[in-house]
C-alpha cells in the first residue's frame, strides 16, 4: 500500500508563486510515473502535469506550460511542482497521484494511488 501526501497549498495573490511538495510512503516510489491533478469548485479533475520515473521526462497541461514545474527527488519519495504567474483560474485542490497504466499519462483513470489534496487560492 502506497500513501501520499500533499503540502504547500494556501492562499496567494495574482502573480504569485508556490511549490507544491508529495512524500510518498512506498519504497518502489522510483520506479513509477508521478503525475498532478487539480480540481475547481464545479469542475472535473484535470490533468496538470506528469514526470516519469527518473525524471527524464516532464508533461505538461497547456494551460501551465511555462508557468508550472515538475520535478522529483527520488531519495527522498517527493514530487514537486513549481507554480508561479498564479492566477485566479488556477485556484483548486491539487492532488498527486501514481501512475500505473503507461497509456493513460494524462487521464486519471491511469493513476492508482491518490493524496489528500492540497488546497491553492489564488486571489485577483
Known amino acids: 500500500q502506497v500513501q501520499l501526501v500533499e503540502s504547500g497549498g494556501g492562499l496567494v495573490q495574482a502573480g504569485g508563486s508556490l511549490r507544491l511538495s508529495c512524500v510518498a510512503s512506498?519504497?518502489?516510489?522510483?520506479?513509477?510515473?508521478m503525475g498532478w491533478f487539480r480540481q475547481a469548485p464545479g469542475k472535473e479533475r484535470e490533468f496538470v502535469a506528469a514526470i516519469t520515473s527518473s525524471g527524464g521526462t516532464t508533461y505538461y497541461a497547456n494551460s501551465v506550460k511555462g508557468r508550472f514545474t515538475i520535478s522529483r527527488d527520488n531519495a527522498k519519495n517527493t514530487v514537486y511542482l513549481q507554480m508561479t504567474s498564479l492566477k485566479p483560474e488556477d485556484t483548486a485542490v491539487y492532488y498527486c497521484?501514481?501512475?500505473?497504466?503507461?497509456?493513460?499519462?494524462?487521464?486519471?483513470?491511469?493513476?492508482?494511488?491518490w493524496g489528500q489534496g492540497t488546497q491553492v487560492t489564488v486571489s485577483s
Open positions: 512506498g519504497r518502489t516510489f522510483s520506479t513509477y510515473t
Open positions: 497521484a501514481r501512475r500505473y497504466k503507461t497509456t493513460l499519462t494524462m487521464s486519471n483513470l491511469g493513476y492508482d494511488y
